[in-house]
C-alpha cells in the first residue's frame, strides 16, 4: 500500500503570500491530520478533517486553514505569510477520527522569506 | 504550557548498550501515549503505544513503560543499534478537548559504534 504522500516537498515564499499544501492519505484513510513542526517546539497539531468535515481543530490563527475533498486528499491554506511560519508541515492519515495511531507522510519544508 | 514534555534533547548511547527516552506529561486525562521515530527527510514512523489500563508493553528491543502517577512514561531499546539513530516523539491523546495528539519536543538518539 502506497504510504502518505505530500506536494510539493519544499516550497519557498515570501512574507505576506499565500500557500497550498496537498496531502494524499493511504488508500482507504478517511481521517487527515495536519501538523506544525518547529526546532524547539516539536510537532503542533492543526487540525483534523474526516468525511470532507473539520473534526477537531488546534491552537493556530484563522490564516490556517484546510479542507478535505470527497476522496480523503486534504490541502491547507495558508495566508498572508509570516516569518514565524517557516516550518515542516506533516500531514498524517488513519482509518477514522478515533484512531490514535496515525501514519506521517515525509512533510513539506515550507521557507518564509 | 508544554503538556508532554521530554527534557533531555540528545543523548547518545554505546551500540549494544540500552537507551532509556524519557518523557513526562502535566494533564491527568491523557489515557493513550506513543512512541514516534523520525529520520531526517522523513515523516515520523509509529514505533510503539501503551494504554494507560497497563504499565509496560513489549515489542521486540522496544518496551514502554508508564509510571502514571508520575505521569512519566520512558522508552527502553534493547540493545541500541546503529540503525536506532533518530530523532524520538513521544506523543499522548485523550478522549477530551480538541487535540488528536500532543507532541513532546523530541529526544535526538545517537547510536555510536
Known amino acids: 500500500k502506497a504510504g502518505v504522500t505530500q506536494t510539493p516537498r519544499y516550497l519557498i515564499k515570501t512574507r505576506g503570500q499565500q500557500v497550498t499544501l496537498s496531502c494524499s492519505p493511504i488508500?482507504?484513510?478517511?481521517?487527515v491530520s495536519w501538523y506544525q513542526q518547529t526546532p524547539g517546539q516539536g510537532l503542533q497539531f492543526l487540525f483534523e478533517?474526516?468525511?470532507?468535515?473539520?473534526?477537531n481543530k488546534g491552537n493556530f490563527p484563522g490564516r490556517f486553514s484546510g479542507r478535505q475533498f470527497s476522496n480523503s486528499r486534504s490541502e491547507m491554506n495558508v495566508s498572508t505569510l509570516e516569518l514565524g511560519d517557516s516550518a515542516l508541515y506533516l500531514c498524517a492519515s488513519s482509518l477514522t477520527t478515533g484512531e490514535h495511531q496515525e501514519f506521517f507522510g515525509p512533510g513539506t519544508r515550507l521557507t518564509v522569506l | 504550557d508544554q503538556q508532554v514534555k521530554q527534557n533531555s534533547p540528545s543523548l547518545s548511547v554505546q551500540e549494544g548498550r540500552i537507551s532509556i527516552l524519557n518523557c513526562d506529561y502535566t494533564?491527568?486525562?491523557?489515557?493513550?501515549f506513543l512512541w514516534y521515530k523520525k529520520y531526517p527527510a522523513e515523516g515520523p514512523t509509529f514505533l510503539i503505544s501503551?494504554?494507560?489500563?497497563?504499565d509496560k508493553n513489549e515489542d521486540g528491543r522496544f518496551t514502554v513503560f508508564l509510571n502514571k502517577s508520575a505521569k512519566h512514561l520512558s522508552l527502553h531499546i534493547v540493545p541500541s543499534q546503529p540503525g536506532d539513530s533518530a530523532v524520538y516523539f513521544c506523543?499522548?491523546?485523550?478522549?477530551?478537548?480538541?487535540?488528536?495528539?500532543?507532541f513532546g519536543t523530541g529526544t535526538r538518539l545517537t547510536i555510536i559504534p
Open positions: 501503551i494504554s494507560s489500563i497497563k
Open positions: 494533564n491527568s486525562m491523557f489515557d493513550y
Open positions: 506523543a499522548a491523546s485523550g478522549n477530551f478537548g480538541n487535540e488528536k495528539l500532543t
Open positions: 478533517y474526516f468525511s470532507e468535515t473539520q473534526r
Open positions: 488508500s482507504g484513510h478517511r481521517s
